[in-house]
């Protein structure tokens, strides 16, 4: 857009001004010569009346006429000559003739041409104002301002004739327009110049809109229009900045609501999923139970086992009706944490307490497979959350250690006090968790072992409840691998930094 619009104004500016000038300069070099010509005729004019008045008084008080015929003639770069009505000479500016011959020649030829035609000079005495008129002489090839005007105030009829060469206006109009082209060559250089900075002027705000526009067509409102002139051009760049910046907020507005749409369409997608998981989840936990009832429910209904094995039946039925009902307590204690119903009841508590209470609740089940546990707990900590749901995470962590940990492993628990924080971390021995693993530990009904093997225990749901547990604490928690095998660790806010940031702040 530059170039072409630049390109235009700069030619047409150029050529509008060169017209312009060469017009000017044109119609001056026609009419300098008739306009010099016509001004000096008119100022002669009035100086040969002016003569006049004067020849009058020095008539009549007897002034010395040859000093002020010469003072004239000086004065005027003429010639001036008193005759009679019979054309005879009667005063003479100055003597000295060969110096300028060609205007006494002229005023010679004059009085020859009078003394031939009387009637010419007759109608020369008849005129009672000056006549003024262009005489070429040819003997000289010069043109001469010839003034004559009649005497006043005296008795005898003289002539006053005044001659002035037009040569050096000539010779200047010459000059002058020979000049004309040197002022011609630098006033187009002068208009080259001035039509670049104009083109310039008027392109370049113009150009700063067209790339305004075309950033705003390209969704680009990082830069706004730098055009601050106080004219249209400027509103314009106002509005165009104004213009930018409500599509701008409408596109950002637009894009929130965008992303909320994805947001929205991507949890609605992930709630199907997790609905289609929990139900293959739980059809899959359940089948095993309800297969192993049936079966052993219909064998005593046959009466196809002696007295020992119904016995083996009924505890085989008990067992995993208990399962039965543990997962669906556990499918109730996870839906109600999840649709956000649940209220929590925070209060202060001692957790190096709560995990002793926890380890002498599951001893029995360190001691069957006989794990060793070390205990690396800080003394006197006191953190704030839901008591019976903290408990409900550590017993989790201490099941899931126990279920993994091979015999005679080990089972590391530490506190860590840290200045606002304490942190617990549950470590077991045993083999390591790969990285799918440990994405996906905490999702419902995942298991590290794809088989679902029931006889290792668990039916996927504990670390999912933990989970949501914490996240209603504001808990940082993990799962990561050691050297020693695997690590689970939470934290929770001490009451005491609770207090001590409050008194800090009153």
Same mark, same amino acid.
């Given at each position: 857009?530059?170039?072409?619009?630049?390109?235009? %104004?700069?030619?047409?500016?150029?050529?509008?001004?060169?017209?312009?000038?060469?017009?000017?300069?044109?119609?001056?070099?026609? +009419?300098?010569?008739?306009?010099?010509?016509?001004?000096?005729?008119?100022?002669?004019?009035?100086?040969?009346?002016?003569?006049?008045?004067?020849?009058?008084?020095?008539?009549?008080?007897?002034?010395?006429?040859?000093?002020?015929?010469?003072?004239?003639?000086?004065?005027? #770069?003429?010639?001036?000559?008193?005759?009679?009505?019979?054309?005879?000479?009667?005063?003479?500016?100055? +003597?000295?003739?060969? &110096?300028?011959?060609?205007?006494?020649?002229?005023?010679?030829?004059?009085?020859?041409?009078?003394? %031939?035609?009387?009637?010419?000079?007759?109608?020369?005495?008849?005129?009672?104002?000056?006549?003024?008129?262009?005489?070429?002489?040819? !003997?000289?090839?010069?043109?001469?301002?010839?003034?004559?005007?009649?005497?006043?105030? *005296?008795?005898? #009829?003289?002539?006053?004739?005044?001659?002035?060469?037009?040569?050096?206006?000539? &010779?200047? =109009?010459?000059?002058?327009?020979?000049?004309?082209?040197?002022?011609?060559?630098?006033?187009?250089?002068?208009?080259?110049?001035?039509?670049?900075?104009?083109?310039?002027?008027?392109?370049?705000?113009?150009?700063?809109?067209?790339?305004?526009?075309?950033?705003?067509?390209?969704?680009?409102?990082?830069?706004?229009?730098?055009?601050?002139?106080?004219?249209?051009?400027?509103?314009?760049?106002?509005?165009?900045?104004?213009?930018?910046?409500?599509?701008?907020?409408?596109?950002?507005?637009?894009?929130?609501?965008?992303?909320? %749409?994805?947001?929205?369409?991507?949890?609605?997608?992930?709630?199907?999923?997790?609905?289609?998981?929990?139900?293959?989840?739980? +059809?899959?936990?359940?089948?095993?139970?309800?297969?192993?009832?049936?079966?052993?429910?219909?064998?005593?209904?046959?009466?196809?086992?002696?007295?020992? =094995?119904?016995?083996?039946?009924?505890?085989?039925?008990?067992?995993?009706?208990?399962?039965?009902?543990?997962?669906? =307590?556990?499918?109730?204690?996870?839906?109600?944490?999840? +649709?956000?119903?649940?209220?929590?009841?925070?209060?202060?508590? #001692?957790?190096?307490?709560?995990?002793?209470?926890?380890?002498? $609740?599951?001893?029995?089940?360190?001691?069957?497979?006989?794990?060793?546990? *070390?205990?690396?707990?800080?003394?006197?900590?006191?953190?704030?959350? !839901?008591?019976?749901?903290?408990? *409900?995470?550590?017993?989790?962590?201490?099941?899931?250690?126990?279920? /993994?940990?091979?015999?005679?492993?080990?089972?590391?628990?530490?506190?860590?006090?840290?200045?606002?924080?304490?942190?617990?971390?549950?470590?077991?021995?045993?083999? /390591?968790?790969?990285? #799918?693993?440990?994405? /996906?530990?905490?999702?419902?009904?995942?298991?590290?072992?794809?088989?679902?093997?029931?006889?290792?225990?668990?039916?996927?749901?504990?670390?999912?409840?933990?989970?949501?547990?914490?996240?209603?604490?504001?808990?940082?928690?993990?799962?990561?691998?050691? &050297?020693?095998?695997?690590?689970?660790?939470?934290?929770?806010?001490?009451?005491?930094?609770?207090?001590?940031?409050? &008194?800090? $702040?009153?």
């Amino acid at each position: 857009m530059k170039n072409k619009l630049w390109k235009k %104004l700069f030619i047409i500016t150029s050529v509008i001004l060169i017209l312009f000038i060469s017009a000017i300069i044109y119609f001056q070099s026609l +009419s300098f010569e008739n306009f010099y010509v016509k001004r000096k005729i008119r100022r002669f004019e009035k100086n040969i009346e002016r003569f006049n008045g004067l020849y009058s008084q020095s008539y009549i008080n007897n002034l010395n006429l040859n000093h002020m015929m010469r003072q004239f003639e000086e004065s005027n #770069n003429a010639k001036i000559v008193i005759i009679d009505s019979f054309g005879k000479v009667k005063s003479i500016g100055d +003597s000295k003739i060969d &110096e300028e011959s060609s205007k006494y020649n002229t005023i010679n030829r004059i009085i020859q041409e009078w003394i %031939l035609d009387p009637e010419s000079l007759k109608e020369i005495l008849q005129l009672k104002k000056t006549k003024t008129s262009i005489y070429y002489n040819p !003997d000289y090839d010069i043109n001469n301002i010839v003034c004559i005007s009649l005497t006043s105030g *005296q008795k005898e #009829n003289n002539i006053i004739i005044g001659v002035s060469s037009l040569q050096p206006i000539e &010779e200047a =109009s010459e000059i002058i327009k020979e000049f004309y082209i040197y002022i011609f060559i630098g006033a187009v250089i002068i208009v080259i110049i001035l039509s670049l900075i104009y083109a310039n002027m008027i392109t370049k705000p113009l150009v700063k809109l067209n790339n305004s526009a075309k950033r705003i067509s390209e969704m680009d409102f990082s830069q706004e229009c730098d055009v601050n002139s106080d004219d249209e051009l400027g509103n314009l760049a106002s509005t165009l900045n104004f213009l930018s910046r409500r599509l701008n907020s409408a596109l950002t507005e637009l894009q929130l609501k965008n992303m909320k %749409l994805e947001q929205d369409i991507e949890k609605e997608r992930k709630l199907d999923r997790m609905r289609k998981e929990f139900v293959a989840g739980v +059809s899959h936990e359940l089948r095993t139970p309800i297969s192993i009832i049936s079966g052993y429910a219909e064998g005593l209904k046959d009466n196809i086992a002696d007295e020992d =094995s119904r016995e083996f039946y009924l505890d085989v039925i008990i067992d995993e009706a208990a399962k039965m009902n543990t997962l669906v =307590s556990d499918m109730l204690d996870l839906s109600q944490l999840e +649709s956000g119903n649940f209220t929590m009841k925070p209060e202060p508590f #001692n957790i190096d307490e709560l995990i002793k209470k926890c380890i002498n $609740k599951q001893q029995q089940f360190f001691q069957q497979k006989n794990i060793k546990i *070390q205990e690396d707990l800080a003394k006197d900590i006191c953190v704030n959350g !839901d008591f019976l749901r903290i408990e *409900q995470v550590i017993t989790n962590f201490l099941n899931n250690a126990i279920r /993994h940990t091979p015999e005679n492993g080990i089972v590391n628990i530490k506190i860590i006090d840290e200045q606002q924080i304490c942190k617990v971390e549950v470590e077991n021995q045993g083999e /390591h968790l790969s990285e #799918n693993d440990l994405e /996906h530990i905490w999702d419902r009904f995942y298991k590290a072992d794809k088989s679902r093997n029931r006889v290792a225990g668990g039916i996927g749901l504990g670390l999912s409840i933990v989970k949501n547990i914490l996240l209603m604490h504001n808990s940082t928690f993990g799962v990561r691998n050691t &050297e020693l095998g695997v690590c689970f660790f939470f934290t929770l806010k001490k009451v005491n930094s609770n207090k001590n940031s409050k &008194e800090e $702040k009153s």
